[in-house]
């Protein structure tokens, strides 16, 4: 809460109504509990952005009998404790960055809070594994992977011998299962940006026998996803059958999902360059509405694609002879000369941030992965410019 996603105003979403809409699939699931793994709150200065929010919230799951449990995480970590404080309607577990266990419907629910934003340390330095008959779960704000972290960080391994049934963590933006352990990250309940592709929602875990879990089920619950999609276009030959590709890959992909989609294009293949001068989708909205699905949702077609296309050239063959094509060919076949010409580009890129025209923008650098397509892709335009140049001569 207190981060609106990156759509625009195509659709009305924000962090208030990811709140709501947990609260309600809590409520239509019938659940015992809502657990939280951190960062429900951006910010730890949005205590009046939130608080009425939150507490609808929780009188709503209150008034099905649905408890609320989490851990505070580097975001929220001194405002959940105030909101803990002040609503009794929500625990949290571990507060003060102390492992704490707590026993709810004959099942252990183990975590631990964050005490400040930041924690360098790992926090199973301090845990203590312990023998139980209970069904756990193991609640936990961190980072996996990473030796040197300021958000908790701990390593894979940490968890194998913990005696927990099942972990959820939170911290990482992206759901899903950690290797083959019972090891999960929850991910954000929307995505915030089109790098956070892919269902987002949250983790039903069912037990029937309190011995076992013995279904743990990923809800999508966000009424739109960022999605990725390479077309190859080496077919064809003029801009309808680019058009037409690209429609059907479309179709193919998405029809069968019900909530809104915001798709990213990469185009790849062997192509004439110049069918691809202007801008394929022309226009000047980030998002265009392109098309309904089957089931409902709305595909939205993000105008800025990648262009991982070649011209319709054998480079290496170009490379092989002389004069002004066969040096640019062997200068894009050089990884050396392409870092060259990204270092360039940056170094220009960067002056312009220093002109008066350009000085009120945050000066955010392409990635130099980027810099690199862009460098390659605009030589490539002028290989093939050349080339045609040579074929109209001949």
């Known amino acids: 809460m207190g981060r609106k996603p990156s759509v625009g105003s195509l659709i009305d979403v924000s962090g208030h109504s990811a709140w709501k809409k947990l609260v309600s699939t809590a409520i239509e699931h019938r659940v015992d509990a809502l657990i939280l793994a951190g960062d429900v709150v951006d910010k730890n200065d949005l205590w009046f952005s939130v608080y009425g929010h939150i507490l609808e919230g929780l009188k709503q799951l209150d008034s099905e009998g649905i408890r609320v449990f989490g851990v505070a995480g580097n975001h929220d970590a001194t405002l959940f404790s105030q909101l803990a404080r002040e609503l009794s309607s929500l625990t949290i577990i ?27 340390e790992n926090p199973f330095e301090s845990f203590v594994p312990k023998k139980s008959s209970k069904l ?60 956070e592709t892919g269902s987002h929602g949250a983790y039903l875990l069912t037990s029937e026998s309190l011995i076992e879990w013995e279904e743990i089920r990923h809800l999508q619950i966000a009424p739109y996803r960022f999605e990725e999609l390479e077309v190859d276009l080496s077919d064809c030959a003029d801009t309808a ?13 998405f029809d069968e999902f019900e909530e809104d989609v915001f798709v990213r294009l990469t185009v790849t293949g062997r192509i004439d360059q110049r069918l691809l001068e202007d801008n394929l989708f022309g226009d000047e909205e980030r998002y265009i509405e392109f098309l309904t699905l089957q089931k409902g949702g709305i595909l939205y077609v993000d105008r800025i694609y990648t ?87 001949q």
Not at 95 to 106: L, M, P
Not at 309 to 331: C, V
Request: charged fraction near 20%.
């Open 94 to 120: 571990g507060n003060g960055g102390n492992w704490e266990r707590v026993d709810f419907n004959s099942i252990e629910l183990i975590g631990w809070s964050f005490p400040q934003s930041s924690v360098k």
């Open 136 to 195: 756990s779960v193991g609640i936990l704000h961190t980072d996996v992977g990473s030796q040197a972290s300021s958000y908790a960080p701990t390593q894979l391994s940490d968890y194998q011998h913990s005696d927990v049934d099942v972990w959820m963590l939170g911290h990482i933006h992206k759901p899903g299962q950690l290797g083959d352990q019972a090891v999960y990250y929850c991910g954000s309940p929307y995505p915030l940006d089109r790098s």
């Open 241 to 253: 059958a680019i058009e037409t590709q690209i429609t059907q890959a479309f179709h193919t992909e």
């Open 307 to 393: 262009n991982a296309t070649t011209p319709p050239l054998d480079i290496d063959e170009i490379a092989k002879g002389s004069g002004p094509a066969a040096l640019l060919a062997q200068q894009i076949l050089d990884p050396a000369m392409i870092d060259q010409w990204a270092n360039e580009y940056r170094v220009l890129e960067e002056d312009s941030f220093h002109s008066s025209i350009y000085r009120s923008l945050p000066p955010n650098q392409s990635p130099i992965e980027e810099v690199r397509l862009i460098v390659r892709e605009e030589a490539l335009l002028i290989l093939q410019t050349m080339m045609n140049q040579i074929q109209e001569e």
